[in-house]
């Protein structure tokens, strides 16, 4: 299951774990990443927090946890190599995987069809 925030961020649902990352159009709107600072394994997050940084050419950006959980897994090929989260945002730019605290929290993210019609 594919979920998305106001803020550009999707999340890939496969049971407790949610793999996250931010949207092909976020990354088209940041230009070309340059940084990418990423949440250490074990942090908890609530809905909302900054988790983890990027910067790129035009701007910084905090990517925020789209739901409440704990990290248990970070990309660090794309700290090592920004320019994956240009190229592929949605597959190997993913940045962090996390255990869902609260599954109710999912279903008040956007599906595709909502985050279409918000980035319209």
Sequence with gaps: ??????????LR????IATVGITTYAQE????????ELPQVGSEFER????????S??????????IRGKVTEVNESIV???ALVNADPMEKGWFFKMKIADASEIETLMDEAAYQSLIG
Aim: no cysteine; charged share 25%; aromatic share 10%.
């Design 1 to 10: 299951m594919l979920k998305f925030t106001k803020d550009h961020e999707w």
């Design 13 to 16: 649902i496969d049971g407790d």
């Design 29 to 36: 709107q940041l230009g070309d990443l340059v940084f990418v």
């Design 48 to 55: 909302g927090a900054a988790a983890a940084v990027v910067e």
């Design 57 to 66: 050419v035009k701007a910084a950006s905090d990517v925020y946890s789209p």
């Design 80 to 82: 090592h190599e920004p």
